[in-house]
């Protein structure tokens, strides 16, 4: 069994909780929170299996890695404190575990990482010989191993189209749905995530992956951008009242361009509520979905829905980036220290869980 942590009890680490219990090769040693009101309870409880796990939230990070687990998951959030993430998860590293984390943006793509991501992570691999996977859904499996799995179906590729579509209402993390992404914000505020370059700082890495998998050439990547406002005032269940005339969906995208035309292509849909933005692109049912469209012939296009606490289709996509890299631990154990990215990685059968179901 491997000894693993898992760093962080909220959207992902409550949905990490749950894939390290069920999964018949890992064992849960530890789990980290810094909220002290989490602090010595029962780790089943925080995970919403209702029942416990025998093993009770602690906030002494030196502590937890000196019993030197052989792998982590992080799940504390990197996208309002990408410096302090880095930091965690070489430390990690460095005490000899192997690392899954979404966290880290620059380091999906870690062969064109920023020196300043790469090179702390590299500095803790020599140190200590632990590894590192950062891998997600979108940016993630829904970008990279599904739509390089469905473009092998076509005779001719012409274009890959990867959509997410969602209805952020259902996203449990209020501070980046208003502030990073900017819903129920004036349309004059900029919100972060939508910065120019920012986009693909943190998909145009998967953009590269796919263009390397199918060995293609970049000419260069690119973005759109566009905002939509509220027609109507309107109250969601998670978040609150978001006013008329504000922020209510956003679609963007960030294009790979080969022979001066965008072939591979990274779309977001993403709205407050379904009334904003009607004539965009809706999922077929329920609040999210992400799709894949291989423009060729044939044409191909899967949808995958998820869903996880309660039907909810957020959480069923955080739940599907915890199963690819809970998913990973065990291959990267047994391979030798380094860095790793999603064309390492491979993404197999559910070997050993079908059918079962942990005690």
Not at 154 to 173: H, L, M, P, W
Not at 326 to 344: F, H, N, Q, R
């Amino acid at each position: 069994m491997i000894r693993t942590v898992v760093w962080g009890t909220g959207n992902v680490g409550r949905a990490a909780i749950r894939a390290v219990d069920a999964h018949p090769g890992l064992e849960l040693a530890a789990v980290l929170v810094s909220d002290p009101a989490k602090v010595g309870r029962d780790a089943g409880r925080l995970a919403g299996l209702g029942r416990d796990l025998g093993v009770v939230a602690d906030d002494d990070v030196g502590a937890v890695l000196d019993g030197r687990p052989e792998a982590v998951v992080y799940a504390a959030s990197g996208d309002t404190r990408p410096d302090g993430a880095l930091a965690d998860v070489a430390r990690a590293v460095a005490a000899g575990a192997v690392v899954v984390t979404p966290a880290l943006y620059p380091l999906y793509d870690q062969r064109n990482a920023p020196p300043e991501f790469r090179d702390p992570v590299l500095a803790a691999v020599a140190e200590g010989g632990g590894s590192l996977f950062v891998s997600g859904v979108d940016p993630g499996w829904g970008n990279d191993v599904l739509p390089l799995l469905v473009s092998g179906l076509g005779a001719t590729v012409d274009a890959i189209r990867c959509q997410e579509i969602f209805d952020y209402s259902t996203y449990e993390q209020e501070e980046s749905v208003r502030e990073l992404v900017g819903m129920g914000r004036p349309l004059d505020y900029e919100p972060p995530m939508l910065w120019p370059s920012v986009p693909t700082m943190i998909w145009g890495g998967q953009i590269r992956l796919m263009a390397r998998a199918l060995g293609a050439e970049l000419d260069e990547i690119r973005e759109t951008m566009e905002r939509r406002p509220l027609e109507a005032t309107v109250k969601t269940r998670t978040m609150g009242v978001f006013e008329a005339g504000t922020q209510g969906a956003i679609r963007f995208e960030v294009q790979g361009i080969v022979g001066g035309e965008p072939r591979i292509v990274i779309e977001h849909v993403t709205r407050i509520h379904p009334s904003c933005a009607p004539d965009w692109p809706v999922p077929p049912d329920g609040a999210g979905a992400h799709r894949v469209i291989v423009e060729g012939s044939p044409r191909i296009e899967v949808t995958v829905a998820a869903t996880d606490e309660g039907e909810n289709r957020s959480a069923g996509g955080n739940a599907t980036a915890v199963g690819r890299l809970v998913g990973a631990i065990d291959w990267l154990v047994a391979a030798e220290p380094g860095l790793y990215d999603a064309l390492d990685v491979p993404l197999r059968p559910a070997v050993g869980k079908l059918g079962r179901r942990p005690r």
